[in-house]
Every structure is written in C-alpha cells, then in structure tokens.
C-alpha cells in the first residue's frame, strides 16, 4: 500500500513539478533530464523543502548506507543538480549549503551580485560621470 501511495505521489517547489512514480521531473512544464542518483537526491531534498537535511541523512536516503568519512559523492550530486537546476530555471537558486550541517532545498530569486542599480567604489582622484 506504501508503494503505491508513493507512485502517486506529486511533489511542488516553485516552478518545478516532481513525479516520483514516473521519474519524471518538469521545470516550468519543461522536462529536466537527471541521472537516478540526481533525481533521488533532488525527491530527498524537496521532502523536506524548507528544513535543513544532513549530508548523511541525504546518503541514507539516496544510496541506501552510512556515508564514510572523506565521501564527497553527495557535494558533487548537489553540485550537478545544482547546475541542472539552474540551467532549466534560470534567476533561481534552489538548494542552499548550510556548512556543517547539510543542504535545504527552498527555490528563491538569483541575486546577482552587481547590477546597474549596484553603486561602485569610485577612485578618490576621479569625478563622477554626468
């Protein structure tokens, strides 16, 4: 009954829609294409949309065993999913590092670190431009 109830299962965050049944992941109802892994790791993720989950919480969940010390198999996941996600929904950042703790999956806008509006350091000896 528990499998079946998960078959059925639809997850949302944001612009993405997730199938879990159907390995199926859209972005903006346009298909994202993830390896196993990736699509696993994200499902773990927006489970849990909003809180903090621990590196080895998210090893657990996606590979089935105790991450070893030194495994870095889950930061390059994230780092792939990352750039996935990124690409299909441009101006948004979705999973977010929490260093020593794990990752928390939250879709928010891209902040760009300069813009137009962004003022910069002038150079003591120049004027402003009119």
Not at 11 to 36: K, M
Not at 87 to 113: C, D, K, M, N, Q
Not at 118 to 124: E, N
Request: charged share 25%.
């Amino acid at each position: 009954m528990e499998a079946a109830r998960n078959d059925d299962e639809l997850l949302h965050a944001g612009e993405l829609e997730i199938r879990p049944g159907d390995g199926l992941v859209l972005a903006a109802g346009r298909a994202v294409t993830l390896s196993v892994r990736e699509f696993q790791l994200l499902c773990a993720l927006v489970r849990r949309q909003g809180g903090i989950v621990a590196r080895h919480d998210l090893y657990r969940a996606v590979w089935g065993g105790e991450l070893r010390d030194g495994d870095r198999s889950i930061d390059v996941y994230v780092h792939k999913l990352r750039v996935k996600l990124d690409s299909a929904l441009p101006g948004w950042h979705h999973i977010h590092t929490h260093v020593g703790f794990g990752y928390r999956f939250s879709p928010e806008p891209s902040h760009p670190f300069h813009t137009n509006a962004t003022p910069t350091q002038q150079d003591p000896g120049t004027t402003p431009a009119a």
